[in-house]
């Protein structure tokens, strides 16, 4: 089994009813909803309201794979959540990061850069799979539409991809890195651009079998439980 | 000085008419031609239908950087002068395959892959910059247009570029990695999607701007006289 | 279940005695053994000598992942054969290369490149496992000594891996990246160096787990059955 | 004309005499000192107990390759100036971090990751060339030696590197890549490993020419004044 936690800010939810109406039970529960319907992984979800954002020490450790969405709120995370989500993907946890979680504190420290890239609300994409033998892209047409999603542009400030498995082409002109791999020590990361709040991106099945596709190739091979620079110095060596 | 070697079949130039209207001189005399106006750079053009194509041993030698254009003549390339480009560039020889190029048999060949993929013609094309710090980016805007210019598609299969400096946009629907670096051996290789033969792309000065910087991009650092498994067995080792 | 396919030229065990005293039934015997006790795995074999070396289309068609041994008679393995292999590579099956299989047409094909080396026989070798958390490292140590192996020394004339999982430390000076993987078209390839034919290298517990692993690895994803580069030309777009 | 400044903490120079025997004018004075002698860079030193640690907002604009060298001041460093590094390394400026700056808050921020290593004082190194025909490898030999150097051994704990330059072997029996190079945003940083404060590295002149060939690598393509999501949200988009 394949612990999943689902987190979201769940800030636009209470803010806006255009938001409520196309996911109810939040984009957390929505994502939640639609993961449990694989029997080998089992969900819960966390709000940046809880206590710890509800990424308590327990919960971290009892995690396999994290998927992050937020937005509005990127700068009420607490650094030390932050840390501690940072720590756990080096040592081995997955982490799948959504549309706007790209200027999350999370990302952008694992990425080393300021992740920035260009956008346009309200537009067409058509997502193209580019690496068709990846297992994310395992069941995934070569393109499929979603006829409304928020443009995100090159240039894209990330390190160069590990894997570039999806591709998104706008209407209005622009072209985007939208789906990227990256192992940061024992974890893996992907990054998947669709997504924006206002639209059913989570509700169509190509984007919902991808994130299902992603949880499976970002469970850790191996956990460790510390970091550092050991010193055998009291050994001449293994020679 | 970097000594240039511009390739071409010659063949499309010598049946069509409306070929020989947008390059009067061919298109290796019209990328010859503004690649002279580079101080640093002396340039010199081959043919399929020359003497072993125009590429002895001798010529290959005297080559820092081989740029080439081929389309329906892939098959007439002898085995022999594909050998010989091989071991050059993975001697240290820069390479810069042009658009239909990709199903030539040197690409193939280093690439180790087939190089497929989708076309259509007649479409227009937006080349993004995405990652405007690269030498071959230098001097050229985020984005710029050809009004006319073959789709190529993804899946590009590739394998997975050591750089991908730009991406292609085509107004039809696709996506495409337009621009791609890699290393093999010693040489380094450039592959450039746009220029088909009834477009003036390398009329285009963005386009010029590019493969000018290629070829300083793709210079040799160093060129070895041999390849070869060397034994040194006659050693203990060098402890 | 994952069908493999150990093959082997299958040469220096009739030459030689003190091969067949290592591997009694063969190198190819001897990793089918080990394989056999993976529940997940199903194997056969095949060599140079059967009828199309064993890889006729029925075989290959079945195989999910190949894993290929030869050193003498590389010429000897018959073009035909070999594009069968690489075709059937890009189109989604794993292949594991081992140790003087670098010098395989098969490799060398895929890679582009020459696949040369240094080499000294009879040195002293500890893998250092790099990338503790990719699936091929599962359960290997962070180093484990193999008391007499060839030494293959860089620099290793292959493209930029996808990933270095182990590198080796020879006990005469040299180092070398001993575990490599790329992605061809569909298809995974695994490289791993140690396995020379007079040592006792595939009895060795980590190296069989190493291998067993990468079987797991290369399993295909998807399979297609055309290669190819279509032209939507009729249609006017997606657009 | 490429200006670079060497930049080192300056603490075991005034602790140790050891360390002012191997380096009277420090660290960053025999950098600095070797780099003069290319008449294409000039130089200049900065170090941690200079007002802003040497690295004013004006210094940092007019450097186009920063050299770090720290070790047991890198929680000196402030994490205002950290930040004015990190931004100018991804607007274009150039970033070569020596030896034990590896767990330097500037590169861990860069990576992503914690740079976690082994660490062994007192070893004989000998540094292997793995990529002969990359320009930081311009002139060097295939191999070379350093009789006294601080073993640094795998895992090293950062991504995937764009390019593996050098591989180290280590007498006592570790192995380690060496030189590795990353682009980050515009910027372009070389990690090199060798260079202990009570071992005569930077005397060494495969060393000196490694350094002063990186600088040279390193030099921005191009400088950007600003990073940041630009919506260019008033636009249909640019069709």
Chains 1, 2, 3, 4 share one sequence.
């Not at 806006?16 to 319907?37: M, N, W």
């Not at 819960?44 to 994290?66: C, N, Q, S």
């Not at 956008?119 to 070569?142: C, M, Q, S, Y």
């Not at 072209?175 to 990054?191: A, T």
Request: with cysteine.
């Amino acid at each position: 089994m394949i612990k999943v936690t689902v987190w979201n800010e769940n800030l636009h939810e209470k803010e806006s009813q255009e938001v409520r109406t196309v996911y109810p039970d939040g984009i957390h529960g929505c994502i939640a909803g639609f993961l449990k319907d694989d029997p080998e992984i089992v969900v819960r979800t966390a709000t940046l309201d809880m206590p710890e954002h509800g990424l308590t020490k327990e919960v971290i450790d009892d995690t396999d794979v994290l998927i992050w969405w937020g937005h509005m709120g990127h700068h009420l995370v607490s650094d030390e959540i932050v840390e501690r989500v940072y720590e756990a993907v080096l040592k081995g946890m997955g982490l799948i990061v959504l549309h706007s979680g790209h200027k999350s504190k999370i990302l952008m420290k694992l990425m080393g850069t300021t992740c920035d890239l260009k956008w346009r609300d309200g537009d067409r994409e058509r997502v193209w799979t580019v690496l068709p033998g990846h297992p994310i892209a395992k069941g995934v047409p070569e393109h499929f539409e979603l006829n409304v999603e928020e443009m995100y542009g090159e240039p894209f400030l990330v390190p160069n991809p590990d894997e570039v498995v999806f591709m998104g082409w706008f209407r209005g002109g622009e072209v985007f890195r939208s789906g990227l791999c990256y192992r940061r020590g024992l974890g893996r990361i992907f990054y998947f651009q669709p997504g924006h709040e206002t639209n059913p991106t989570y509700h169509n099945p190509w984007v919902r079998l991808i994130i299902r596709n992603a949880v499976h190739w970002a469970e850790p091979v191996k956990r460790i439980s510390e970091l550092g620079c050991p010193n055998p110095a009291s050994l001449e060596g293994l020679e």
